[in-house]
């Protein structure tokens, strides 16, 4: 089965503000070589997610895992994120969707960040 993974970010008029989203799918994909990793966005940049997945689906991606590389589940990832799914799967049907909780919810997450933060504070 063919698979998919879609890191899912907000988007930025600055193009320099996805730099760090690149090197995390730069870094994603050299762990997941069997694997698609791409970018997608919720507004501002290209492409936006329902392009990249049918680009996906097209390619053959039977399953799709979007992983919303947000700090927190805020509006766009609690409100405009289900419906942008639920549209998703009435287009591709046969596509298998799993959608990760907000990067920020997951412990590991935040405790990289910790140390980061107290890191850098000596």
Known sequence: MKQSLILFAHGARDPH???PFKRL?????ADLPDVEVEL???ELMTPDLPQLVAQQVAG????VT???VFLGQGGHVRRDLPVLIEQLRRMHPGVIFHI???AGEDAGV???LAQYCISSSK
Do not use: D
Not at 25 to 29: E, I, N, P, S
Not at 60 to 63: E, H, K, L, S, Y
């Open 17 to 19: 503000w996805a730099e």
């Open 25 to 29: 799918r730069t870094l994603v994909q």
């Open 40 to 42: 997608a966005f919720l």
């Open 60 to 63: 053959g991606a039977q399953r």
């Open 66 to 68: 979007i992983v919303p």
């Open 100 to 102: 990760a909780e907000a």
């Open 110 to 112: 935040l405790q990289a």
